[in-house]
């Protein structure tokens, strides 16, 4: 199992987001070219008001440059409220075609005043761990 850890400083909105993602071994196929990837995201809200976290957008690309993009309403079928010094994580999966790959997104989110703004997700690795014969 390998862990890799990001850390993204806040926006100017004052968001910051942490990945951590993990290759599922388990779940894998590599000779049916099947490989799953679990991810852990950390919003943490360090403004002084409640945003909303609206949609998703997703770019997932494997090791072969296949570029998959990823939209949709929320995070796990939920829209949280994150409110001023609060934490929401959650953990979600992607399949890939090969052993290593990347994604990078950003997050549509409100805050409380109506204010809409896109908090970035910069490129975090998904790589299943190399074995050394």
Known sequence: MLNNEFRHLATPQGIDISVQSQYLQEQSDPDNNRY?????IGIENKSEKPVKLL?????????????????????IGQQPMIEPGQVFHYTSGAVLTTG????????EMVSED???FAAPIPA???SRPLTVH
């Open 36 to 40: 799953v990837f679990a991810y852990t």
């Open 124 to 126: 975090f690795l998904l």
């Open 55 to 75: 949609s998703r957008h997703w770019i997932i690309t494997d090791d072969n440059d296949k570029v998959e993009e990823v939209r949709g309403s929320g995070v």
């Open 114 to 116: 109506g204010e809409k």
């Open 100 to 107: 290593f790959g990347t994604m990078q997104g950003s997050y």
